[in-house]
């Protein structure tokens, strides 16, 4: 376990170093710094800005110099706000966006296991035909269309919900909504098969032969059971939760990371780009790594080794 | 499927017993057979063959491009002249979907085409060989699986910058991924059976063997990924164009219509709507399709 524990760790820290790699020289590879515009400035002031940014510094001691700053959890300065640092953006942004992906977590996680039992309990009756039809709209619809709906029909026509903003508690409603429709159509379907397959196992007739109410059977047998696939898109599942972030922010103008990178893409702020690829990066490598060892506990079954990937 | 008891007969002690008297149907009559006889695939099929003459025909028969202006007509509500409405260019968004369509779709097979040659080159060697080579390269795919693509994606636009050719080259030089795992995996299960072996004695070289038996047999799995991979490609060019870095203007996909149709939701919501539900039932039939091939190729993952 330990000796297993150690590689996960080691290979972890070996694609966060890679992904700082590759982002460094995908935003030095681009032609034309971020500061160039067709307002052509003065060269003193081209090198003041320059200097003041270490563009200047030879490539390979400005690729030092990134590193030993992100193993500081220092990420620069940012370009377009003045005097405004990229851990500031961060520091303002990240509990919005972690409060936004946990309500979205705990709603994808508990509708979709809910519409998922619903749905195999009713097999080809009213309930299973509705959850599937919400299922599919769910992968069906690009994100920010489903977010514009919301935004505009739920929250802006009936009142229900604030249609943009954030600070209030029901300012969540709408934008965890948007974010979490599609792992909830993806839990809905993983959970209807595999209960649908845990329903038919000879357990469960003899817990029903037992004399066991209907929703004993369900809870404390089947679900358990029909839980596990559920389990293996959790890897999956927080990356959406991560990259849909950037779509629902927007739309819906929440000052978080998601935001602050979509717009940082219009306006060629790089050391924001880079900041939040590494950030991001790191979380879903730290998820992943979570995720496989709870594997483990939770299922004996799956071998240590055997696993590959996430 | 329930046969009746009565339409079976002894057919006696003769010779014949043995004798097959069936023409034997090929892998691929057998998934036809079994994918005709599932509604939903079948109806997926028709919508994307519909879909797809719409895109490559439906220009010839409009008398509007995707481009030209008509400031005398602009955000007019669906008329017979106009059925999805024009917008605020006074351009037909009929026409424009025609040709968006044509262009999502272009993207969704031809990266999914960069996609497959990727994969299988690479899965098939990985698969095949075996050894440290297939370790190595199973290690580099854990690394780029790590870090989802959507990620990658972005990073290569904004180095790339926007456009058509761009959106090609990255999604399919990205997403090959799972493409790989998927030919890596079959090969790994077939190279160990007999006629793998038969052929390799009868003098059979590795590209032989790869081309004429594993890949072959494999060609089912691959299309099944193909076909999920293809609506995968055409959803990413919509966030693509949302985020600004899709096709560039007077060039038009699904998506980037419905990115700029948001704007107008309030007053011309036909705007978003008409090109968000072209994307929906591309996603849906593609995905049934997927779905159908999947249960013809592998009965046995029938669920």
Sequence with gaps: ?310 | MSIPVESFSPLGNSLKAEAINRPSTTLWQDAWRRFRKNPLAMGGLAVLALIILFALFGPFFSQFDYKTNNLMATNQYPTWIHPFGTDELGRDILTRAMYGARISLLIGFGSVAINLTIGIFYGGISGYKGGWLDNLMQRIIDIIFSIPDLLYVILLMVTFGAGLRNIFIVLGFINWVPMARIVRGQILSLREQEFVLAARTLGADTRRILIKHLLPNSIGQIIIVAALQIPAAIFMEAFLSFIGLGVQAPMVSLGSMASDGRMNIPSYPYSLIFPAAMIALLMLAFNFVGDGLRDAFDPKMRK
Excluded at chain 1, 208 to 222: E, F, I, T
């Design chain 1, 1 to 310: 376990m330990t000796r297993y524990l150690l590689g996960r760790i080691a290979s972890a820290i070996l694609v966060v170093w890679l992904v700082v790699t590759l982002t460094f020289l995908l935003m030095h590879a681009i032609p034309g710094g971020p500061f160039s515009s067709e307002k052509v400035l003065p060269p003193a002031i081209m090198d003041n800005i320059n200097q003041r940014y270490h563009l200047d510094d030879p490539l390979t001691k400005q690729y030092l110099d990134y590193l030993k700053n992100i193993a500081h959890f220092n990420f620069g300065p940012t370009f377009r706000y003045e005097g405004r640092t990229v851990n500031d953006l961060f520091r303002e942004g990240l509990p919005k966006t972690m409060a936004l992906g946990l309500v979205a977590t705990v709603l994808a996680l508990v509708g979709g296991t809910i519409l998922g039992i619903i749905a195999a309990l009713k097999q080809n009756k009213a309930p299973d035909y509705i959850a599937t039809f919400l299922a599919t709209i769910g992968v069906s619809v690009p994100s920010f269309v489903l977010a514009t709906f919301l935004q505009y029909y739920v929250g802006y026509k009936t009142h229900w919900f604030p249609p943009i903003g954030w600070g209030e508690a029901q300012n969540i409603v709408l934008p965890a909504l948007a974010l979490s429709a599609y792992p909830i159509a993806q839990i809905t379907r993983l959970t209807r098969s595999s209960m649908l397959d845990v329903l038919n196992q000879d357990f469960i007739r003899t817990a029903k032969s037992k004399g066991l109410p209907g929703y004993l059977v369900v809870m404390r047998h089947a679900l358990k059971n029909a839980l596990i696939p559920v389990i293996t898109f959790l890897g999956p599942f927080f990356a959406y939760i991560i990259t849909g972030n950037f779509v629902v922010e927007f739309v819906f103008n929440i000052p978080g990371i998601g935001q602050f990178f979509v717009t940082s893409i219009g306006n060629r702020d790089y050391p924001v780009i880079m900041g939040t690829t590494i950030l991001f990066a790191s979380l879903l490598v730290t998820f992943n790594l979570l995720v496989d060892i709870a594997y483990t506990i939770i299922d004996p079954r799956i071998k240590l080794t055997g696993r590959k990937g996430a």
